[in-house]
Nanobody
Framework: QVQLVESGGGLVQAGDSLRLSCAAS????????MGWFRRAPGKEREFVAS?????????YGADSMKGRFTISGDNAKNAVFLQMNSLKPEDTAVYYC????????????WGQGTQVTVST
């Protein structure tokens, strides 16, 4: 099993920045990728960004957030980060960290989430 704990959320104003962190523990050597998702009030969960450990650290991000959100990570420290700049009220959501086991395309492990609220 892998445990994921997010931190760094909070209440900010439009245009501000936040950096979310996710720390993994447990069988972390068995993860192939980690990523971020978010769920806004009344909306479906959506993909934000991912980093592929087994792909040499390649990163992917949702087109709608490119240029504002950047994912990074430290495989040795079992940590992944999400730098969010120029935040907008529509970025308000619970942000979740997730991980996939080696050899799987399923996001099997999830954190509890961290709330990000962007005010006007």
């Amino acid at each position: 099993q892998v445990q994921l704990v997010e931190s760094g959320g909070g209440l900010v104003q439009a245009g501000d920045s936040l950096r979310l962190s996710c720390a993994a523990s447990g069988r972390t050597f068995s993860t192939s990728r980690m990523g971020w998702f978010r769920r806004a009030p009344g909306k479906e969960r959506e993909f934000v960004a991912s980093i592929i450990w087994s792909g040499g650290g390649a990163t992917y991000g949702a087109d709608s957030m490119k240029g504002r959100f950047t994912i990074s990570g430290d495989n040795a420290k079992n940590a992944v980060f999400l730098q969010m700049n120029s935040l907008k009220p529509e970025d308000t959501a619970v942000y979740y960290c997730a991980a996939s086991p080696l050899g799987s395309a399923v996001w099997s492990y999830w954190g509890q989430g961290t709330q990000v609220t962007v005010s006007t």
